[in-house]
């Protein structure tokens, strides 16, 4: 009896090796990094099939695709059909490899019949258009892409594809069109894309291109109403939207183009849009304050009233520190200056006289300006203590102006830093009055000691 057990055991031994020989080998599921096929589209798996075998085989088989293993992804979707030959995106599968062998034609019967089962499959209806564009069959692709849209409006890629294939009939119009274009012949360039647009209307690329000549043309009217026509068939186009933007704030509309800018940068971002939006919100801004300020850099002469409205305009948050509620001012109610001149006058920067006077309208020096200056340089110094320091010590030789001059300590510190210059031979000169473009340049210079924004040149008023 023990040598027959010993002989089974034996036996029973041979037959666990040779079952674990012939079991299936694990091969890990690779994992994409970079799709192969970037342009295939991957089957959704339908809601009766979810969290089934066939699913994860599916998904199984493109990771397979996507990485160039086409064998075991055939071997993959034809497994998945086996088990359940209703699971149509297997068969929509099995066609997208045929088409990474390049063999459209194979490709095709399995994307038909995907769709015998489900006629609105986005990928099958994809996929045979991809294989019928291969075919040269573009007019059939160009239904089959269609129907993808139909079922999917968001494919804004397909609509693209959709319109190049509606519009390959016409190259030759478009083609001749934009040779003419180039050449300079902008009456027969617009000729030929009018009979472009007049064989098929609903193409944003062609309004985009006649907008741009006519442009060009300087029909600004046109191009605009072009860009437009772009803009309500394709929605998602951001660069003809900053065309809009351009026109529109040429033409002063800096609510119309503030409004295109942002939604072109809403869609597409693009630095040359972004800088244009804070330039027009900066016009904006500047059109929205007095006309006496906006005609600054034209004055040949600043008043304290002018003085103090840069000052409180483009240095607002330099004044806000030991700000004084206490200052009487008695003679500004009526200027139009009159809300900067009081906020000035309570930081300390430009202060009223002894009878409560600002006197707006009184024209400034260069040892007025130098002043001015000197107080900005302190309240920008206790941010750069150390920077304050040296201006604060600077005692420049100026052949003009004498260490016993009340305006000498302020003159040094506005010249050590930078926002003030010497004159010839080395003057100062403190009764010379300051004009508009000076006023500007000195403020701009303390702006960026103080790192704030450069504000946008002011414009002269129209």
Same mark, same amino acid.
């Given at each position: 009896?023990?040598?027959?057990?010993?002989?089974?055991?034996?036996?029973?031994?041979?037959?666990?090796?040779?079952?674990?020989?012939?079991?299936?080998?694990?091969?890990?599921?690779?994992?994409?990094?970079?799709?192969?096929?970037?342009?295939?589209?991957?089957?959704?798996?339908? =809601?009766?099939?979810?969290? #089934?075998?066939?699913?994860?085989?599916?998904?199984?088989?493109?990771?397979?695709? /996507?990485?160039?293993?086409?064998?075991?992804?055939?071997?993959?979707?034809?497994?998945?059909?086996?088990?359940?030959? *209703?699971?149509?995106? *297997?068969?929509? #599968?099995?066609?997208?490899?045929?088409?990474?062998?390049?063999?459209?034609?194979?490709?095709?019967?399995?994307?038909?019949?995907?769709?015998?089962?489900?006629?609105?499959?986005?990928?099958?209806?994809?996929?045979?258009?991809?294989?019928?564009?291969?075919?040269?069959?573009?007019?059939?692709?160009?239904?089959?892409?269609?129907?993808?849209?139909?079922?999917?409006?968001?494919?804004?890629?397909?609509?693209?594809?959709?319109?190049?294939?509606?519009?390959?009939?016409?190259?030759?119009?478009?083609?001749?069109?934009? !040779? @003419?274009?180039?050449?300079?012949?902008?009456?027969?360039? @617009?000729?030929?894309?009018?009979?472009?647009?007049?064989?098929?209307?609903?193409?944003?690329?062609?309004?985009?291109?006649?907008?741009?000549?006519?442009? !060009?043309?300087?029909?600004?009217?046109?191009?605009?109403?072009?860009?437009?026509?772009?803009? *309500?068939?394709?929605?998602?186009?951001?660069?003809?939207? +900053?065309?809009?933007?351009?026109?529109?704030?040429?033409?002063?509309?800096?609510?119309?183009?503030?409004?295109?800018?942002?939604?072109?940068?809403?869609?597409?971002? #693009?630095?040359?849009?972004?800088?244009?939006?804070?330039?027009?919100?900066?016009?904006?801004?500047?059109?929205?304050? =007095?006309?006496?300020?906006?005609?600054?850099?034209?004055?040949?002469?600043?008043?304290?009233?002018?003085?103090?409205?840069?000052?409180?305009?483009?240095?607002?948050?330099? @004044?806000?520190?030991?700000?004084?509620?206490?200052?009487?001012?008695?003679?500004?109610?009526?200027?139009?200056?009159?809300?900067?001149?009081?906020?000035?006058?309570?930081? +300390?920067?430009?202060?009223?006289?002894?009878?409560?006077?600002?006197?707006?309208?009184?024209?400034?020096?260069?040892?007025?300006?130098? !002043?001015?200056?000197?107080?900005?340089?302190?309240?920008?110094?206790?941010?750069? =203590?150390? /920077?304050?320091?040296?201006?604060? #010590?600077?005692?420049?030789?100026?052949?003009?102006?004498?260490?016993?001059?009340?305006?000498?300590?302020?003159?040094?510190?506005?010249?050590?830093?930078?926002?003030?210059?010497?004159?010839?031979?080395?003057?100062? !000169?403190?009764?010379?009055?300051?004009?508009?473009?000076?006023?500007?340049?000195?403020?701009?210079?303390?702006?960026?000691?103080?790192?704030? =924004?450069?504000?946008?040149?002011?414009?002269?008023?129209?």
């Amino acid at each position: 009896m023990f040598p027959l057990m010993g002989k089974l055991r034996g036996l029973l031994l041979v037959v666990l090796v040779f079952v674990s020989a012939c079991a299936p080998k694990v091969v890990p599921v690779p994992t994409v990094t970079t799709p192969k096929y970037p342009d295939f589209t991957q089957p959704v798996v339908p =809601p009766t099939f979810a969290n #089934s075998p066939v699913a994860d085989t599916l998904s199984r088989g493109w990771a397979y695709l /996507q990485t160039g293993d086409l064998k075991t992804a055939r071997r993959e979707f034809t497994n998945a059909l086996a088990v359940a030959p *209703a699971f149509y995106p *297997a068969e929509t #599968s099995l066609g997208y490899v045929e088409l990474a062998q390049k063999d459209a034609n194979a490709a095709l019967p399995h994307f038909d019949r995907a769709l015998e089962r489900e006629r609105n499959d986005v990928s099958a209806l994809i996929g045979r258009g991809q294989a019928l564009v291969s075919l040269n069959r573009e007019n059939d692709a160009r239904v089959a892409f269609e129907a993808a849209l139909a079922a999917d409006p968001s494919l804004n890629d397909v609509r693209r594809r959709v319109e190049v294939l509606k519009f390959r009939g016409i190259e030759q119009n478009i083609a001749r069109a934009r !040779q @003419l274009a180039r050449q300079g012949k902008a009456d027969e360039a @617009l000729e030929a894309y009018t009979m472009a647009i007049g064989t098929s209307p609903d193409s944003p690329f062609l309004y985009r291109e006649i907008a741009a000549l006519e442009r !060009q043309k300087g029909n600004a009217d046109a191009a605009l109403a072009d860009f437009r026509k772009a803009v *309500a068939l394709d929605p998602s186009d951001a660069k003809s939207l +900053g065309q809009i933007g351009e026109i529109l704030e040429a033409r002063n509309d800096l609510d119309g183009a503030e409004k295109a800018y942002t939604d072109s940068l809403a869609l597409e971002p #693009s630095a040359d849009v972004e800088k244009r939006l804070a330039a027009v919100r900066e016009r904006a801004a500047i059109e929205k304050l =007095p006309a006496e300020y906006r005609a600054l850099d034209q004055a040949p002469q600043v008043t304290r009233g002018d003085l103090a409205a840069l000052i409180g305009i483009r240095l607002g948050p330099l @004044l806000s520190s030991a700000r004084r509620d206490s200052v009487l001012i008695t003679d500004t109610r009526n200027h139009w200056a009159a809300s900067w001149i009081l906020a000035v006058a309570r930081a +300390g920067v430009m202060e009223p006289y002894a009878n409560h006077a600002f006197q707006p309208r009184t024209i400034v020096r260069r040892a007025d300006l130098a !002043q001015a200056v000197a107080r900005l340089l302190t309240k920008i110094g206790a941010q750069h =203590p150390a /920077q304050a320091k040296a201006w604060a #010590s600077a005692r420049m030789k100026f052949s003009d102006l004498g260490p016993s001059h009340l305006a000498y300590v302020p003159a040094s510190a506005a010249v050590a830093a930078g926002v003030l210059m010497m004159g010839p031979e080395s003057t100062f !000169q403190p009764s010379r009055l300051v004009t508009g473009a000076e006023a500007i340049e000195a403020i701009a210079k303390l702006e960026a000691l103080a790192g704030l =924004p450069a504000a946008t040149k002011i414009k002269t008023p129209q």
